[in-house]
């Protein structure tokens, strides 16, 4: 994997990507009742998509599951993906089971070994 940095993003993609996620988290601990769908893995892939380990960490500290499915990915499956290594350490940390496979038959482990 690719070390992940925010190198390609300039300073106004950086602090849109980080306004964009504090939006999210403080609309999460405002309405109690999104919190509901911890099995959801949208916020966390969301989060992984834009590269935030915050995002990843506060969905993680308001319960969302490590290692929810959306079907086709996990988060963990999706971090390996995009090559974003402190989140895939976040993850992995935090109970996500790299062996779990998703709807295709494929496994984060399978993916990071690409």
Known sequence: MDEDTDEHLGPEERSLRDAFVRSITDMLDAEPYLRTYKTS?????????LRSIEGVERMLELGFYADANEDIWTGLYF???????RIVSLLLQRGAEPS??????TNALMVAAE
Request: charged letters at 25%.
């Open 41 to 49: 893995a949208f916020p966390l892939l969301l989060f992984v998509w």
């Open 79 to 85: 971090a390996c993906l995009k090559g974003h290594d």
């Open 100 to 105: 779990r496979k998703s709807r295709r038959g």
